[in-house]
């Protein structure tokens, strides 16, 4: 191997800055040191990283752009290595960058993150919520060891580690017309006006629902928020669809709701854990796979059932 650590850092801060100086401020090493190992690397891998541009920075080229992606993979194992021999002189330590689906957070990171992080003191976990495009990218880029999310739209690179499938339910206050029904059907529901939790991937599988019968949702209105969705339906305007069942039933404005299962067989969502396939897991990684599987099978993760009845796994 003729290359060296230092060499990719430098490269790795350049593919991020996409400028030789600004990198050079950020990771405090000169310039010409940059450089110089962007061109050593360059003639070691016998290809061009970068297009340079006079006055106005780089940008990567193609195989730039594969060779940063494997980098920061490359560096984060190196990084990985020192923890782990650090953890086996003085304990679980090291940073753990966590991701969390949006509308999972409440229910997951009070529990079962700031618990992990409670039984593993030395651990520098930071926990970030981002709605799935979001977690994809940031996981393709290896800005995140691991997210908790669904099974939606994983691309090839990405590992999906099923925990438990979560049907879809209707959302109702508790004062709807409906409300005192035992099950609801999509065709029922189309008829009555849906306040839709409108996430990037997570709207187009509640869309799907309907799509799939050949029927199309009465939409009233649309929201990112989980509990304004709660609170515009717990007022009566219509009804929600999720997937994740609080223990409360209370919205934040003090109305009552009620959750509705629904009739055929729908598509439910995985839950699970999802990190870049290329990188191997840390021991802290897989602490915290077992943690929360183990938060899972003991019940408890509010509002999160255990059904692996279905599960797929995802690569």
Same mark, same amino acid.
């Given at each position: 191997m003729r290359f060296t650590l230092r060499q990719l850092n430098y490269f790795v801060a350049a593919g991020e800055a996409l400028s030789i100086r600004q990198a050079s401020t950020k990771i405090s090493v000169s310039e010409p040191s940059i450089s110089s190992a962007i061109s050593q690397l360059e003639a070691e891998f016998g290809i061009?990283?970068?297009?340079?541009?006079?006055?106005q920075g780089l940008s990567l080229t193609q195989a730039g752009t594969a060779l940063l992606r494997d980098a920061k993979a490359f560096l984060q194992q190196g990084r990985e290595l020192e923890n782990t021999a650090q953890e086996l002189n003085a304990g679980i330590s090291g940073q753990f960058n966590v991701l969390c689906f949006t509308a999972l957070a409440p229910f997951?990171?009070? *529990?079962?993150?700031?618990?992990?992080?409670?039984?593993n003191p030395d651990v520098n976990l930071r926990v970030h919520e981002a709605h799935q495009a979001e977690i994809l990218d940031q996981l393709w880029h290896g800005k995140a060891d691991i997210a908790i999310t669904y099974d939606l739209?994983?691309?090839?690179?990405?590992d999906f580690t099923p925990l438990t499938s979560l049907p879809p339910y209707a959302v109702l206050s508790k004062n709807h017309p409906l409300a005192k029904r035992k099950r609801l059907t999509l065709e029922r529901l189309s008829e009555e006006p849906l306040v839709l939790l409108d996430l990037p991937l997570s709207k187009d599988y509640f869309l799907s629902l309907f799509h799939r019968h050949k029927l199309t949702p009465n939409i009233l209105s649309k929201t990112q928020q989980v509990d304004v969705m709660r609170s515009i339906v717990g007022q009566g305007?219509?009804?929600?669809?999720?997937?994740v069942k609080p223990d409360n039933a209370i919205t934040?404005?003090? *109305?009552?709701l009620v959750y509705m299962p629904l009739d055929g067989k729908l598509p439910a969502l995985t839950l699970g854990l999802l990190n870049h396939a290329s990188a191997a897991r840390s021991r802290l990684a897989k602490l915290f796979i077992e943690y929360v599987n183990q938060q899972l099978n003991l019940g408890k993760l509010p509002g999160i059932e255990l059904h692996r009845t279905q599960l797929k796994r995802i690569t």
């Open positions: 061009t990283l970068f297009i340079r541009h006079h006055a997951i990171v009070p *529990s079962t993150c700031h618990g992990f992080k409670a039984m739209d994983i691309p090839e690179g990405l305007y219509g009804y929600g669809l999720a997937n934040l404005d003090g *109305s009552e």
